[in-house]
């Protein structure tokens, strides 16, 4: 069975930094785009960053570009979300996700398997 399984959530200060990571399994990990999506309060759930091109170049979202690090391990099939200077509005529960192909520089629109999220919370 395919299972992405995030960790590393929690409650931080404004300013401070936490790190994500997913376990994933099941599914060939290096012939897959995976992403990082959240959904904020309120909100549609968006992308915050994908590595999709296999020479590692990363996506990231206006919104979270130069504080947040998107980065993927193949031999272990897992992926990091680094996030520093976090703020209030950085809220919201955090997903991992996989689609099968390689090489958009985009996160793509559609994603086959999805984690269970992981709340991320910033207190001012």
């Known amino acids: 069975d395919v299972q992405l399984v995030e960790s590393g959530g929690g409650l931080v200060q404004d300013g401070g930094s936490l790190s994500l990571s997913c376990a994933t399994s099941?599914?060939?990990?290096?012939?897959?785009?995976i992403g990082w999506f959240r959904q904020l309060p309120g909100k549609e759930r968006e992308a915050v960053s994908c590595?999709?091109?296999?020479?590692?170049?990363?996506y990231y979202s206006d919104s979270v570009k130069g504080r947040f690090t998107m980065s993927r391990d193949d031999a272990k099939e897992k992926v990091y979300l680094y996030m520093t200077s976090l703020k209030p509005g950085d809220t919201g529960v955090y997903y991992c996700?996989?689609?099968?192909?390689?090489?958009?520089?985009?996160?793509?629109?559609?994603?086959?398997?999805w984690g269970q999220g992981t709340q991320v919370a910033v207190a001012s």
């Open positions: 099941g599914f060939t990990f290096d012939d897959y785009t």
């Open positions: 590595i999709s091109d296999r020479r590692g170049s990363t």
């Open positions: 996700a996989a689609v099968y192909g390689r090489g958009w520089f985009r996160c793509p629109n559609k994603f086959d398997y």
